[in-house]
């Protein structure tokens, strides 16, 4: 009964371990073994956030730009009407 037990116990942390730090990082696109590599993980998704926030703001730029481009068209547009 005891070593049943143990057995299970043994069998649930192995799969848990398995689908913690193989299965869902690399889902995830993160390194492998987070548990050995708290610090390194933490400046990794760091990273990932500024580069996310650069290419946000490149878009809003681009965006901008776009606007900017249409009111011009819009305003040639109305001027050869007159």
Not at 51 to 71: M, S, W
Request: glycine share 2%.
């Amino acid at each position: 009964m005891f070593l049943s037990l143990l057995e299970l116990i043994c069998f649930a942390l192995i799969l848990w371990a398995i689908i913690s730090q193989i299965i869902y990082p690399s889902w995830r696109g993160t390194p492998l073994f987070s548990f050995f590599r708290k610090e390194e993980v933490k400046l990794h998704k760091e990273l990932s956030e500024v580069n996310q926030e650069i290419v946000e703001e490149k878009l809003k730029g681009d965006i901008k730009e776009a606007r900017q481009f249409k009111d011009t068209v819009y305003q040639n547009n109305e001027k050869e009407k007159k």
